[in-house]
């Protein structure tokens, strides 16, 4: 299930949905929290993902705290 969120999410990102794409998101990192991967390489990659999308929406303090 966090491989398709992630792979749906990035391709809303791509198509420029962002509205969707930070949803998606939202999803397959609770997904990935709830698998207990707090340090795994996936669940970084993917909070980068979403701190980029969001900065794409000009969401950039909810960005900041995503990236930190």
């Known amino acids: 299930l966090c491989a398709a969120l992630v792979g749906l999410a990035t391709l809303q990102h791509r198509r420029g949905h962002y509205e969707d794409a930070v949803r998606t998101h939202r999803r397959a990192v609770a997904e990935l929290e709830a698998l ?33």
């Not at 999308?53 to 969401?59: D, H, K, S, V, Y």
């Open 36 to 68: 207990g991967l707090g340090d795994h390489p996936d669940l970084a990659l993917e909070l980068v993902n979403f701190g980029d999308t969001l900065e794409r929406l000009g969401a950039l303090e909810e960005a900041d705290a995503v990236l930190r």
